[in-house]
């Protein structure tokens, strides 16, 4: 051996060297509706795979489903100009999120990439898609109540933290300013906003109008418009949750508010029957009832030491029917629901919420006694005179017949005035409680001068 070559050797040795692991390459032979056919690759299900374009970026799917050498892969964005017989490869880390402080104030996509003009994230972390499941034993109870600033909500339908709770409507009777309402109100360390499948004009409205600079400052939206791929709403709702929970896990009190679950469901609707999966109820396959529990059950309260997620999930109930099978679904997993009514809100009557058919699971174990009977005792009164509405509408009811409906007469428009609110205006929870209190107390003063005097619309507090 030279010694020029013995030189070389010494020199070469002690070095690290790593070999790259060879990628293995597969192959697009079939394109139809949403899926791609793919073979001579190997891939789970749930993994990401990357699709190389002649022309074009590449663009990144998930595995769906496979059938056996064939995957069925998803992809994220459009592939329009895709060929036959395009490469596909593993992308490693593909299903990784950015996630850190470093967000607050941003608007990301499905798959975590800036939708403002603020640059690059920089975030310094990255953790999987899918988040660890919490031992329901570990988490802690909910038993401390959560101000949202609806007076209607605070004192009837209380809310403790990490709840999680659905508001049910139909399209146009303001869920979503229910939920703007909430966003601007409540007590919470971070926002968490995930806009899925709604239209595209309403992500900057909500930032604008609805969040403004203040709001944005300890929030963070994630924003999938309709006009993307199923898959993207559904990794937009993921990542949404995922985000939460690492706040969470950071000690935070988040407050995580989904617009809508709706959509989210019928993401996985049209994935699903992509893949040949057979439809059930109304058109919806067995995976999407799957799918609802295991996001919704992500959030809530932490483990001891941890922080909570309270979560609001709006749910579109089509031709205003409260048995649609995903609002079926979601009553049963929700720890209760807030129903809106397409009659109030034609009436003027905002927020347009149903007391009669709204429900909080948690409240019992977040307020005191006399708070809960008092809730109790408004909803016995209001539902008294709603069963009498018909005969006191056309003058046959005589006053005398029935003392509980007389008071429930008298009682009516502080009622109505005390579920109502503008749409800037917040009630703090004790102020809340205490207008309560005078709707249901017997007052010698005439109904005009309480309801101008104590349940003041134009002058609430915090």
Do not use: W
């Amino acid at each position: 051996m030279s010694d020029q070559l013995l030189k070389r050797l010494s020199r070469l040795k002690g070095l690290d060297y790593q070999v790259p692991s060879p990628v293995s390459y597969g192959q697009i032979t079939r394109l139809i509706g949403l899926t791609l056919e793919a073979v001579g690759i190997k891939a789970s299900m749930g993994e990401y795979c990357l699709i190389h374009q002649e022309k074009g970026p590449s663009v990144e799917a998930e595995v769906v489903g496979f059938s056996g050498d064939r995957i069925y892969l998803m992809p994220i964005d459009l592939v329009d100009g895709l060929a036959p017989g395009a490469r596909v490869s593993p992308l490693k880390g593909g299903g990784d999120v950015e996630v850190g402080f470093e967000l607050l104030g941003r608007v990301v996509n499905g798959v975590g990439k800036p939708l403002d003009s603020l640059g690059p994230l920089r975030c310094k972390a990255t953790v999987p898609l899918q988040g660890q499941n919490i031992n329901p034993l570990s988490r802690q109870p909910i038993n401390q109540p959560l101000d949202v600033g609806i007076r209607a909500i605070n004192s009837l339908l209380s809310v403790g933290r990490g709840q999680r709770l659905g508001l049910f409507a139909g399209s146009g009777v303001g869920k979503s300013v229910l939920l703007g309402m909430m966003t601007r109100f409540t007590e919470a360390d971070i926002v968490i906003v995930g806009l899925i499948g709604e239209r595209g004009r309403e992500v900057k409205e909500f930032i604008d109008n609805t969040l403004g600079e203040e709001g944005m400052r300890r929030a963070v939206v994630v924003a999938s418009p309709a006009d993307e791929s199923p898959l993207m709403r559904l990794r937009a709702a993921q990542l949404a949750t995922r985000l939460a929970e690492y706040f969470r896990e950071q000690g935070k009190n988040v407050l995580l508010l989904m617009d809508s679950l709706t959509r989210y469901a019928q993401a996985q609707r049209e994935i699903a029957l992509a893949v040949g999966e057979p439809p059930a109820t109304k058109g919806y396959p067995p995976s999407v009832f799957a799918k609802l529990p295991k996001l919704v059950e992500r959030a809530g309260n932490g483990e001891q030491g941890a922080g909570s997620i309270t979560a609001f999930y709006t749910v579109l109930t089509e031709g205003d029917d409260q048995q649609d099978p995903i609002a079926d679904s979601a009553r049963a997993i929700l720890d209760g629901h807030i129903v809106l009514s397409r009659q109030l809100a034609e009436r003027g009557h905002y927020p347009a919420i149903d007391i009669e058919q709204s429900i909080s699971r948690a409240m019992p174990q977040v307020v005191s006694s006399d708070h809960l009977q008092a809730a109790m005792g408004f909803k016995q009164l209001y539902s008294k005179f709603q069963q009498n509405s018909d005969l006191i509408s056309i003058g046959a009811y005589a006053r005398g017949s029935d003392a509980e409906t007389d008071f429930a007469i008298s009682r009516m428009p502080l009622m109505n005035a005390f579920l109502q609110q503008g749409l800037n205006e917040s009630y703090a929870f004790k102020k809340s409680l205490t207008d309560l209190a005078l709707v249901l107390t017997p007052n010698p003063q005439s109904e005009q001068q309480a309801a101008q005097q104590n349940i003041s619309m134009g002058n609430p507090t915090r």
